[in-house]
């Protein structure tokens, strides 16, 4: 069964197109990783299907409202505990129980700490125990086990498979392996942006006011 459908889509970074015409389905209980070198534009594809900014062209069948993101930057709340920095989130999403996501992200002994005295290893946890008190069905997620150390990346992939049994989906981009061999591979590559041709602007400006 399809959960998402991008069709043509079209991204871009400080106004200029960096990916063209990319289109794929992400079906429930599956995961998709998206590969390609620095700069291609993984980061800016996911946040643009995650409602972060919006798109040049194209369609996405699904809401951002169904997707939980996970970026670079782990939007926690420095001065507020492990527990309760979850529990702000759980009463966002209307999530009764953070224990569980106590448990699969190995918080427990650090669950009184505040975010901030938290190692890198540690806060990139908690964010991504974020993902499981949301509740929402298509995990969308930027480079998620930077900063993990071996043990946490096998927690990680854990929860991913976790996630897709329950009929989830997940949408990465990850250069390492997160030990799901079904995740399918999307390259990126074909969907490079062309360079403006030299002079190109111009001459449709010509074209146009001339
Ligand atoms: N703040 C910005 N303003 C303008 N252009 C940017 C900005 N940030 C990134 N870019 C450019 O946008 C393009 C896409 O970047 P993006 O971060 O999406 O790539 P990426 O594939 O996620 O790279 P990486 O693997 O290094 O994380 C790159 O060419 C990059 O130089």
Do not use: C
């Amino acid at each position: 069964m399809t959960m998402l459908s991008v069709d043509n889509l079209s991204v871009t970074r400080g106004g200029l197109p960096v990916l063209e015409g990319v289109s794929f389905t992400l079906g429930a209980g599956r995961a998709l990783v998206l590969r390609g070198p620095n700069g291609i534009g993984k980061t800016t594809l996911l946040r643009t299907l995650a409602g972060l900014q919006p798109a040049l062209a194209g369609t996405v069948s699904m809401p951002a409202e169904t997707m939980a993101y996970a970026g670079h930057a782990d939007g926690l709340k420095a001065m507020l505990s492990v527990r309760e920095n979850l529990r702000f989130w759980a009463d966002v999403y209307a999530t009764p129980d953070i224990a569980p996501a106590i448990e699969q992200m190995n918080l427990r002994a650090l669950a009184d700490r505040a975010a901030h005295s938290l190692s890198a290893g540690q806060k990139r946890r908690l964010g991504l125990a974020r993902l499981l008190v949301t509740g929402r069905p298509i995990w969308v997620l930027d480079e998620p086990t930077v900063s993990l150390d071996a043990a946490s990346v096998a927690l990680f992939g854990t929860a991913v498979r976790a996630h897709l049994a329950a009929g989830g989906a997940a949408l990465m981009a990850t250069h390492i392996d997160l030990g799901i061999p079904e995740a399918e591979v999307l390259d990126l590559a074909p969907f490079k942006a062309r360079p403006p041709e030299q002079g190109g602007f111009r001459g449709s400006f010509d074209e146009a006011f001339g």
